[in-house]
C-alpha cells in the first residue's frame, strides 16, 4: 500500500495538531492500522492503532489527549492531538498491514511527518 501523510508542523504546548494518511484505495477497513512516533535519540514506538477488527489501542502517554480514526470511504487514516506537550516531538509515522496493531511493524509505512511542539 502508497501511503501518503500530511498534517504535522511546529505548535505551542498545549496546542493540537491533526496528522492525516492517504492510502491509494479503501484499504483501511481491511487491515490493522496505526500510528507510530520516533523521538531523537528513542526507538520507534506505537502511539494509536485500530486492529482489523476495530479494537482500538492508545499508549498510555497519550490516552485522553490524541485520537485516532478513519473516514466513511475508508481512505484516509487521522491523528488528532490535543493538549500537546514537549514530550510528543518526534517524527510520527502511519503504518497498515496485518490484522493487529503488533503486526504492523511489519506492514507498509508512510512517509512520515515532524511534529515539534514547543515548551
Known amino acids: 500500500a502508497h501511503l501518503v501523510q500530511s498534517g504535522g508542523g511546529l505548535v505551542p504546548a498545549g496546542g493540537s495538531l491533526t496528522l492525516s494518511c492517504a492510502a491509494s484505495?479503501?484499504?483501511?477497513?481491511?487491515?490493522?492500522m496505526g500510528w507510530f512516533r520516533r523521538a531523537p535519540g528513542k526507538e520507534r514506538t506505537v502511539v494509536a492503532g485500530?486492529?482489523?477488527?476495530?479494537?482500538?489501542y492508545y499508549a498510555e502517554s497519550v490516552k485522553g489527549r490524541f485520537t485516532i480514526s478513519v473516514n466513511n470511504a475508508k481512505t484516509t487514516l487521522y491523528l488528532q492531538m490535543n493538549s500537546l506537550k514537549p514530550e510528543d516531538t518526534a517524527m510520527y509515522y502511519c503504518?497498515?498491514?496485518?490484522?493487529?496493531?503488533?503486526?504492523?511493524?511489519?506492514?507498509?509505512w508512510g512517509q512520515g511527518t515532524q511534529v515539534t511542539v514547543s515548551s
Open positions: 485500530i486492529s482489523s477488527g476495530g479494537s482500538i
Open positions: 503504518a497498515i498491514g496485518g490484522a493487529h496493531v503488533t503486526d504492523l511493524e511489519r506492514g507498509s
Open positions: 484505495g479503501s484499504i483501511f477497513s481491511t487491515f490493522a
